[in-house]
C-alpha cells in the first residue's frame, strides 16, 4: 500500500473517508488467501454454508440504514434508492442461501452404465464492480459465488468502495470464514487487471462499460478464465398510441432518472408513435418538472448529484454544440432544476424530438438526459429499438396483448417489461444481448456462471 484515494461526497464534494489504493502484491496475497479457504469452505456440509449466507444476510438487515446512508454519502442517490438496494442485497444472499443445496446434478439415461453430473465450483472468483450500484451488484456476484461453492475476492470502483468494505465486514462478522469474502481496493488498471490474468482465479465476474469488458475478458484469455460481462445499454421504452399514455409518461421519469440516469438499464430513448407525440410530450414535461432534484437524504427528493465533477462534464458534453446534432447544440424540450451550491448536479433534460443519429441518440450517456424518437408503426419501433450495438433491457407501453409479446420478442434485450420499467428482480435473470454483455446473475440462472458440469459414468457392465 502505498497511496490512498480520497472518497468524496457528490452531495458535499466533502472528503469522506481515505481508502488504501492497493496494488498486485495485495491482490496476490487476496487470492492466495481465497484459494487457501477453498477446501475448508467446500467441507462445510450444504444447511451449514446455508445457514451462514442467511446469518450474513441478516446482519446486513440489522445494518440496513447504516448501509443506505453510506451508499448515498458515497454515490450521491436518493435515500430511498439505497434503502431499497441494501434490502435487496439481503433478498440476495437468502435467496442464494437457500439455493445452497438445490443446485442438483441430474442422472442421464445411456448404455453400459450410470451416468450422472454434478454442479462443481469454479475455485476463486474475482469480482469487479462499477460505481453506480456499490453494494447491490457486489451481492450479485457474492451470492452465487458463495452459495455454489467458491470464494470470492471483489474490487469495487474507486471512488465508490465504502459499502462493499463494511459487506465485507459484516460477512466476517456473521461467521464467514476468513478469505471467503475479501475486497480489495484499489485501480481497475491494477487490482482490476490482475484479477482478470491472475492464474489462480478461475473466473471474472465484471459490470461495467463495454470497453473495459472487452479489455478484461482479452486479458482473461490468457489463463482460459470463465468470464461474464454485464456492460452498457441505450435502452428503448416503446410508447404506441394504444397505450395508457398517462401511466407512461408518469413512469418514465423512474425509467431514465432513477439513480441520476446512472443505471446501465436505463430507458435514454424513449420511442413514441408519430400520432400521440405532443400528447406525450404534454404529459412527460409534466412529470420530469415534478422530478425534484436535491438533497439525497432527503427523502422529498427523486434525484441526486452526478457521481464526480468528471462525470457530469462528460453527460454535459452530449447536449452542447457539435456533440448531439450535426452544426449545433441539441433542442431541449424540458429541463429540470438543481439546486446552487455545491454537489456535481445536473438537471433532469429531454430532448424532444430527438434524431436517431445523433450521438446523444445512440451513445450510452449515463446521466439524466433522454432522447425522444418518434416513429410510425411497428416494423419502424422494432428496427429503431434494435438499431443499437447494446442490447440489455426495455420497455413496452401498449395495450394490445398480443403487440406486446411481438415486440417483446423482436427487440433484442436481456430484459424487457410491458407497460413498467422494472427490470431487476431477485428471483428472475439479469443480463445483457449483444454488446450488453453475456451470462445472467440473479434467479436461478446465475448459479451456472459459478459453477461447472460434471459428468461422470460408471459402467454396470460385468
Ligand atoms: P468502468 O470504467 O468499466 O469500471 C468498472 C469497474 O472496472 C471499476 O471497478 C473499474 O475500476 C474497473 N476497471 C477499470 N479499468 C479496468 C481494467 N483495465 N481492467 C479491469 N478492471 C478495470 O465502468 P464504470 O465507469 O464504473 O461504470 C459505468 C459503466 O458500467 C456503464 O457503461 C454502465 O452501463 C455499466 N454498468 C453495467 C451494468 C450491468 O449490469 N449491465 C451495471 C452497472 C453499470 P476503477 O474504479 O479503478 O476505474
Ligand atoms: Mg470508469
Keep these: 500500500m502505498s497511496d490512498v484515494t480520497h472518497v468524496v461526497n457528490p452531495t458535499t464534494e466533502q472528503v469522506i473517508a481515505e481508502v488504501a489504493i492497493h496494488g498486485v502484491e495485495a491482490t496476490d496475497d487476496a487470492v492466495a ?3 487457501a479457504a477453498l477446501p475448508g469452505w467446500q467441507a462445510i456440509a450444504p444447511a451449514d454454508r446455508a445457514r ?8 446486513v438487515e440489522e445494518h440496513h440504514e447504516e448501509l443506505a446512508q453510506l451508499e448515498t454519502a458515497n454515490v450521491g442517490k436518493p435515500i430511498g434508492e439505497s434503502r431499497d438496494e441494501v434490502g435487496m442485497v439481503a433478498e440476495v444472499l437468502y435467496f442464494y442461501a437457500g439455493a445452497v443445496d438445490k443446485h442438483r446434478g441430474a442422472t442421464v439415461p445411456v448404455a453400459g452404465g450410470v451416468d450422472m453430473t454434478f ?5 476463486v472468483v474475482g469480482a469487479i464492480i462499477p460505481w453506480n450500484f456499490p453494494v447491490a451488484i457486489t451481492s450479485w456476484k457474492v451470492g452465487p459465488a458463495l452459495a455454489t461453492g ?4 471483489v474490487k469495487p470502483a474507486e471512488i465508490t468502495p465504502l459499502t462493499a468494505i463494511r459487506l465485507a465486514e459484516l460477512g466476517l462478522e456473521a461467521g464467514l470464514p476468513e478469505g471467503v469474502l475479501q475486497v480489495v481496493t484499489g485501480k481497475g488498471s491494477v487490482v482490476g487487471t490482475r484479477l482478470a490474468e491472475h492464474p489462480d482465479v478461475a473466473k471474472v465476474a ?14 482473461a484469455s490468457g489463463t482460459i478464465k470463465r468470464v461474464t460481462l454485464e456492460l452498457g445499454g441505450k435502452s428503448a421504452s416503446v410508447v404506441f398510441d394504444d397505450a395508457d399514455l398517462a401511466k407512461a409518461a408518469a413512469s418514465a421519469p423512474g425509467g431514465m432518472f432513477a439513480n441520476a440516469g446512472q443505471d446501465c438499464c436505463a430507458r435514454s430513448r424513449i420511442l413514441v408513435q408519430r400520432s400521440v407525440m405532443d400528447e406525450f410530450l404534454d404529459l412527460l414535461a409534466e412529470a420530469v418538472l415534478a422530478w425534484t432534484v436535491g438533497d439525497p ?28 446534432a450535426p452544426g449545433g447544440p441539441v433542442a431541449t424540450h424540458t429541463a429540470g432544476t438543481v439546486p446552487d451550491g ?17 450521438r446523444m441518440a445512440r451513445e450510452e450517456i449515463f446521466g439524466p438526459v433522454v432522447a425522444v424518437i418518434p416513429f410510425d408503426d411497428e416494423a419502424e419501433a422494432v428496427r429503431l429499438a434494435n438499431d443499437t450495438p447494446y442490447g440489455l433491457s426495455g420497455s413496452i407501453w ?12 423482436a427487440i433484442q434485450a436481456g430484459n424487457l417489461s410491458v407497460n413498467s420499467n422494472s427490470s431487476v428482480r431477485v428471483q428472475t435473470s439479469f443480463g445483457g444481448m449483444k454488446q450488453s454483455g453475456f451470462g445472467r446473475e440473479l434467479g436461478l440462472e446465475a448459479l451456472a456462471s459459478y459453477s461447472e458440469v460434471k459428468n461422470v459414468f460408471v459402467s454396470t457392465v460385468d
Design 398 to 409: 401498449t395495450r394490445d396483448g398480443a403487440r406486446s409479446l411481438r415486440m417483446a420478442r
Design 297 to 324: 437524504t432527503d427523502e422529498a427528493n427523486k434525484m441526486g448529484p452526478l457521481v464526480t465533477a468528471a462525470h457530469r462534464g462528460v453527460v454535459a458534453g452530449f447536449l452542447e454544440e457539435g456533440m448531439g
Design 206 to 219: 465484471f459490470t461495467g462499460s463495454t470497453e473495459v469488458g472487452s479489455e478484461v475478458m482479452t486479458r
Design 52 to 59: 451462514l449466507m442467511r446469518r450474513f444476510a441478516a446482519a
Design 342 to 358: 455545491p454537489g456535481f448536479w445536473f438537471p433532469p433534460t429531454v430532448v424532444a424530438p430527438a434524431d436517431p443519429q445523433w
Design 119 to 123: 454442479n462443481e465450483p469454479l475455485g
Design 150 to 153: 467458491n470464494t470470492i475476492v
Design 33 to 35: 488467501r481465497a484459494r
